[in-house]
């Protein structure tokens, strides 16, 4: 068994990914987003769960000064203050600059590594994807389109941070169109077969809304793939507030299984498909080299068996990011 599970596993090079001081360099542009929000619009309280609208909740823990809490009924995480304008932050240069460590500068790696098998893994859903209508919302880099066009679909992009879209739009061409405006805003006939959103929905002030919007312009076939930090997962049950996919600038809701099911629920959507896959020994190892002396140890370690741990804790649906597919009821 655990010779087949290590067998399957597509391990990530987080070198290529990451880049040297990937923790410090997160803390660094978590502060100067913060810097921005305070400086602009500033934040309001949020005091009610935005998926089941529960009021019960405990303080979980606090990141970089904001509370996370615990909703009782439905188990979601969220911040206890959101930004008043996330465009604060979206439609900053410092943003782009963020984001161009993670993304702009390893897209070749991304798209081989990850785009491609989220495509496969459409493809395994839907089958054949040639013709299909797909929407990415948050579409980044545009790593995952250029995959999903090389496979035959009509792809559309959605894209807030205004220098990512620009970017993203340059390199794509005029084959593509990556809008900045939200999915509610598009004319209701405007309809898809595959609606993406990887890595999105952790930002979403009101992430019900954004599915009731989704399951409208989603044909009556068609699928809906989420990918989403797990909060119920080892990296975050070990790194709580340390960890690198918790920070209040931009990840404001974070699931669990049971708070995307209740979600699903609410919107009329059921779940088709579900697995984990993450990076939670490599999160752990980023947070660790923070301090390579000291940890030096551990850090040895861990990197011998960095893929064949990451492999099972993959397998028993404990690792820090899910992926959900699902379909309307």
């Not at 209701?188 to 979403?204: A, K, P, Q, R, Y």
């Not at 312009?217 to 809906?224: A, N, P």
């Not at 498909?273 to 940890?295: P, S």
Request: a negative charge; hydrophobic letters at 40%.
């Amino acid at each position: 068994m655990l010779s087949e599970i290590i067998n399957n596993y597509l391990p990530v090079d987080r070198t290529n990914l990451r880049g040297d001081n990937f923790y410090n360099n997160k803390t660094s542009a978590i502060k100067k987003e913060l810097s921005l929000i305070n400086q602009k619009h500033g934040w309001q309280d949020r005091k009610t769960c935005p998926v089941c609208l529960s009021n019960d909740y405990k303080i979980e823990f606090a990141s970089f000064g904001i509370d996370i809490v615990a909703c009782q009924r439905c188990t979601l995480r969220y911040t206890a203050k959101v930004p008043i304008d996330p465009n604060d932050v979206y439609d900053d240069l410092v943003y782009f600059d963020n984001t161009q460590n993670l993304c702009v500068d390893c897209h070749e790696y991304r798209k081989e590594r990850f785009g491609k098998d989220r495509v496969q893994l459409i493809i395994n859903q839907l089958g054949n994807i040639r013709g299909k209508k797909l929407l990415d919302i948050g579409s980044g880099s545009g790593y995952f389109l250029e995959c999903a066009i090389e496979a035959g679909a009509e792809c559309t992009g959605i894209e807030a941070g205004r220098h990512l879209r620009e970017w993203s739009q340059k390199g794509l061409g005029v084959s593509i169109m990556i809008m900045k405006d939200d999915i509610d805003e598009m004319p209701s006939n405007m309809l898809f077969d595959i609606i993406t959103m990887f890595d999105v929905i952790e930002h979403v002030l009101d992430p019900v809304a954004l599915m009731k919007s989704v399951c409208q312009h989603l044909t009556l076939s068609g699928i809906v793939v989420v990918f989403t930090p797990n909060f119920d997962s080892i990296g975050i049950k070990y790194m709580k507030e340390k960890s690198n996919l918790i920070f209040p600038t931009g990840h404001v809701t974070c699931f669990t299984n049971k708070s995307m099911n209740c979600l699903l629920e609410k919107v009329g959507l059921r779940l088709a498909y579900f697995e984990t896959c993450g990076m939670d020994i490599a999160d752990i190892l980023g947070y660790l080299e923070t301090d390579k002396e000291q940890n030096k140890d551990i850090i040895s370690f861990l990197t011998n068996i960095e893929d064949d741990m990451q492999a099972v804790i993959n397998k028993a649906g404990a690792a820090n990011h899910m992926r959900f597919i699902a379909r309307i009821k």
